[in-house]
């Protein structure tokens, strides 16, 4: 017999949590502030419940995936969480994680925050790549560990409950940053004949290329030596910057997402460190 579980939250991502779980056959307790929305997994097994207080109380793994930080407090602000295994997939800031796990920890619970690494398609599809960050009570991760890992993988990075959203956000930030670039990308083929289609696996193979870049970068933090196998040097990454530039410009293209972390390379040689790559633009980033 598997455990039960209490599952707070049916938006697109709690939906797709609570079919993995029940697919894997555990019983499952659901509650949604707008009730229509637990209707189908009712008559798919689920155990609807009136009220969070009475989801709670079902089962001493409670799992919710609400909209926001604030959306957790308000859902759980009367409920008794004594003994139970909270785990919060809700996505927020790593100082929203922990000052969650205090609130937890004084109302009597153990307390776990996840970081989401996939969307509703990638749950409960093994070899999608999907999986979740997880950090704060190791206790709590290993002992549900089982259940945790049923819809995506589970990746615990500490103990530190804000380790796991520290995770997920700088993630989702480098992300931000890839999807400016192929933004500013399509903008220049745009108005030409160069089909998008044709295009994309072009992007796609180069933007792969590149991606082990990461890994100098990592060397180079670790070493604290920046020009350690630099083979593109900032002096002329710089050069070729004006290329890009002018290229935007002949385009009718803005470089409004180009030019702010330029600039940063710019000020980074103009201090002296012509042979190192882009890391030192780290170093001005944090100082
Ligand atoms: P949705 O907008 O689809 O659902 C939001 C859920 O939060 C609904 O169940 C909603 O209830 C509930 N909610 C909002 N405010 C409150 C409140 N004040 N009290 C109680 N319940 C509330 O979002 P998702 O399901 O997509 O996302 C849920 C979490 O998962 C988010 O933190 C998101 O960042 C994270 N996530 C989502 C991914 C995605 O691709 N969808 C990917 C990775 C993480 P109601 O139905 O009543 O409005």
């Known amino acids: 017999e598997k455990s039960r579980l209490t599952l707070l939250g049916l938006g697109a991502m709690g939906t797709v949590l609570a079919r993995a779980w029940l697919a894997a056959g555990h019983p499952l307790t659901v509650w949604n502030r707008t009730s229509t929305r637990a209707e189908p997994l009712a008559a798919e097994g689920a155990t609807v419940a009136g009220t969070a207080a009475e989801a709670v109380a079902a089962s001493d793994?409670?799992?919710?995936?609400?909209?926001?930080?604030?959306?957790?407090?308000?859902?759980?602000?009367?409920?008794?969480?004594?003994g139970k295994d909270l785990v919060n997939l809700t996505t927020g800031t790593p100082a929203q994680a922990r000052a969650r796990a205090a609130w937890a920890e004084k109302r009597g619970a153990r307390f776990l925050d996840g970081g989401i690494m996939a969307v509703p398609p990638m749950i409960g599809a093994p070899g999608s790549g999907g999986y979740v960050f997880y950090s704060g009570s190791r206790a709590l991760f290993d002992a549900r560990q089982g259940a945790l890992a049923i819809p995506a993988g589970a990746m615990y990075v500490g103990e530190d409950p804000g380790f796991a959203a520290l995770h997920d956000v700088a993630l989702l930030s480098a992300m931000t940053g890839m999807f400016a670039g192929v933004s500013h990308a399509f903008a220049l083929i745009r108005k030409e004949e160069i089909a998008p289609k044709d295009f994309a696996p072009l992007l796609v193979d180069w933007l792969t290329a590149m991606a082990p870049y990461v890994y100098g970068v990592a060397g180079h933090l670790e070493s604290g030596d920046y020009t350690k196998g630099v083979v593109s040097n900032l002096a002329m990454m710089v050069e070729g910057n004006s290329t890009l530039l002018r290229t935007a410009e002949e385009q009718g293209v803005s470089s409004e997402l180009l030019t702010p972390f330029m600039a940063l390379m710019e000020r980074r040689l103009a201090a002296g460190h012509s042979n190192e790559g882009t890391t030192g633009v780290i170093d001005l980033l944090t100082h």
């Open 61 to 82: 793994l409670v799992v919710t995936c609400l909209l926001d930080d604030i959306s957790v407090g308000e859902a759980l602000s009367d409920v008794d969480l004594t």
